[in-house]
């Protein structure tokens, strides 16, 4: 089973909605899906140096031990760039869903494994072959 680390916000309604859709759909594919969303890791104090630390090192070590990267592209929210600048550097593949018209960066298109901009798309992707997909869209 492929494990999957989901990067992506989560500090608004629409961006939860949006992440628990993504759970869901990866985890009925068959994949074994780490969702910082879902460990908050509740028993520290939320903005504590205690909790920043382990929270950074809870997501850094699920990258590691992740085959993949699926990333939701929302507003090029800086935690999700990161993530996957830092999965690109390790040569874990990454893989982006972005249902917006959005101009997309330029260093995150040319990393990416995979660019999905449907849930179409992201429904009929084969995770097991993992084809490559390029962004062809506008690009800043």
């Given at each position: 089973m492929?494990?999957?680390?989901?990067?992506?916000?989560f500090f608004s309604d629409t961006q939860n909605?949006?992440?628990?859709m993504m759970e869901k759909l990866?985890?009925?594919?068959?994949?074994?899906?780490f969702s910082p969303r879902e460990n908050q890791l509740k028993g520290l104090e939320f903005g504590s140096k205690d909790w920043r630390d382990a929270v950074f090192a809870n997501d850094v070590?699920?990258?590691?031990?992740?085959?993949?990267?699926v990333a939701i592209y929302d507003e090029e929210d800086?935690?999700?760039?990161?993530?996957?600048?830092?999965?690109?550097?390790n040569r874990i593949p990454c893989i982006v869903f972005?249902?917006?018209?959005?101009?997309?960066?330029?260093?995150?298109?040319?990393?990416?494994?995979?660019?999905?901009?449907?849930?179409e798309e992201l429904e009929a992707y084969?995770?097991?072959k993992m084809p490559r997909?390029?962004?062809?869209?506008?690009?800043i």
């Open positions: 492929k494990k999957v680390y989901l990067a992506s916000p909605e949006r992440v628990e990866l985890r009925s594919r068959g994949l074994d899906v070590t699920n990258i590691h031990k992740a085959d993949l990267v800086a935690g999700t760039m990161w993530e996957l600048g830092w999965a690109y550097a972005n249902e917006s018209e959005k101009v997309m960066n330029l260093m995150i298109t040319d990393s990416l494994h995979a660019y999905l901009g449907s849930r084969d995770f097991d997909s390029r962004y062809e869209g506008e690009m």
